[in-house]
């Protein structure tokens, strides 16, 4: 079964807007912390912003913030005043602490494209 | 976050020959990973590669394909072997530290190799 679900391939969103998105996640692990990563097309994995399980509050990281709705597992990325820069490919990622196997498990991905 | 290097950044390759990839990293780590991305796909870990002992393999890859050195804590090398054009694919390595509470991957920039 897939742990990690991102339904958008693809979007579009227009300069200085804010872009939300989705990941839903499946496990049945208590302990566990949730990544998203930017993937630029030089293909490089940039990490962008944590949240762990049993955090209480959403993370945020300047104009990336995290939407985390425990009893949905889901954990929605939002980008903030949308920038040219910000066009590339986004990977949500889990990773089970529990099972202690270092192991992360990434999402499908989805590209944002960024329209002046 | 550490800084993580790779050499080479990409290579056009003819199937039946070999390449190594190599990943250095700044400061000592402990556990150092192999990522395989192929066009249009997410990531897929390879092998975990720790530091005076075997690397330990995923599902569908083994070591006579994708044999990996450990020398140090802070250098690795993966080489794919016998390649043919399903080797296509980004090579990433990345490494593990302590960061917003838990552990974080951090990647290297990726090797973009081209089999033909």
């Known amino acids: 079964a897939q742990k990690i679900t991102q339904t958008q391939p693809g979007m579009f969103v227009q300069e200085k807007e804010a872009v939300t998105l989705d990941c839903t996640y499946d496990t049945s692990d208590p302990s566990y912390g949730l990544f998203w990563y930017k993937q630029p097309s030089s293909g490089e994995m940039i990490f962008l912003i944590y949240?762990?399980?049993?955090?209480?509050q959403n993370a945020t990281e300047g104009r990336y913030s995290l939407n985390f709705q425990k009893a949905r597992k889901s954990a929605n990325l939002v980008i903030s005043a949308s920038q040219l820069g910000d066009s590339a490919m986004y990977f949500c990622a889990m990773r089970e602490l529990q099972s202690n196997d270092y192991k992360l498990s990434f999402g499908a991905g989805t590209t944002v494209t960024v329209r002046a | 976050s550490a800084v993580i290097s790779q050499k080479p950044s990409r290579d056009i390759c003819q199937r039946g020959t070999s390449l190594t990839i190599q990943c250095q990293v700044d400061s000592q780590v402990t556990m150092m990973f192999w990522y395989r991305q192929q066009p249009g796909q997410s990531l897929t870990l390879i092998a975990t590669a720790n530091q005076g002992s075997e690397a330990t393999y995923e599902s569908g890859f083994v070591i006579d394909k994708f044999p990996i050195s450990r020398p140090n804590l802070t250098f690795s090398t993966l080489t794919v072997s016998n390649m043919s054009p399903e080797d296509s694919s980004i090579y990433l390595c990345?490494?593990?530290?302590?960061?917003?509470?838990?552990?974080?991957?951090?990647f290297g920039p990726g090797t973009r190799l081209t089999v033909l």
């Open positions: 990345s490494v593990e530290e302590g960061a917003s509470g838990a552990d974080t991957q951090y």
């Open positions: 949240q762990g399980s049993y955090d209480q």
